[in-house]
């Protein structure tokens, strides 16, 4: 049986990691949490597809290929576009595909502006607060879908 795919979409400032604020988000890069995304998704029998982009409409596209692509669901750690974009609300309603919203830092902890989150208004579950676990708890449990 084909393995299930699981697309890991990252957004704005996520490029970064490793550089960016280490106090709030950690000295890990994007390319050592898909690395432990990578030995986790082996064990789970699932392939991911993992991307970054600094473009909102680059994530609105990527959202709608998942589906087209019929992958078996989504984690979505949107950056900043969590907090803004009706566009990703809007491409994450449009899709069958489930969506988790996942955070290294948990942004209702932070400044009133990061604690809305359109992400969070048609994501199935949000993991947030853990560092790259939260990536890897968002795993699980696409696993167990
Ligand atoms: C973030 C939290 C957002 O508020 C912020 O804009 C980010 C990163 C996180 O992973 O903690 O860019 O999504």
């Not at 979409?9 to 390319?31: A, K, M, V």
């Not at 576009?81 to 948990?106: C, G, M, N, Q, R």
């Amino acid at each position: 049986m084909a393995k299930r795919l699981v697309y890991v979409l990252n957004g704005p400032n996520l490029n970064l990691l490793g550089l960016r604020e280490p106090e709030i988000y950690g000295s890990d890069t994007l390319d050592d949490i898909a690395a432990m995304l990578e030995d986790r998704a082996r064990e789970l029998d699932i392939e991911i597809d993992m991307r970054q982009s600094n473009h909102e409409g680059h994530l609105v596209d990527w959202l709608h290929e998942a589906q087209a692509e019929g992958a078996h669901a989504v984690l979505l750690n949107a950056g900043a576009y969590t907090h803004t974009s009706i566009a990703l609300l809007d491409a994450i309603k449009a899709i069958s595909t489930p969506v988790f919203e996942v955070h290294l830092s948990d942004p209702t902890k932070r400044e009133p502006f990061r604690h809305l989150s359109y992400v969070g208004m048609a994501a199935r579950e949000c993991f947030q607060g853990h560092g790259p676990r939260s990536y890897l708890l968002a795993l699980e449990a696409a696993a167990a879908l």
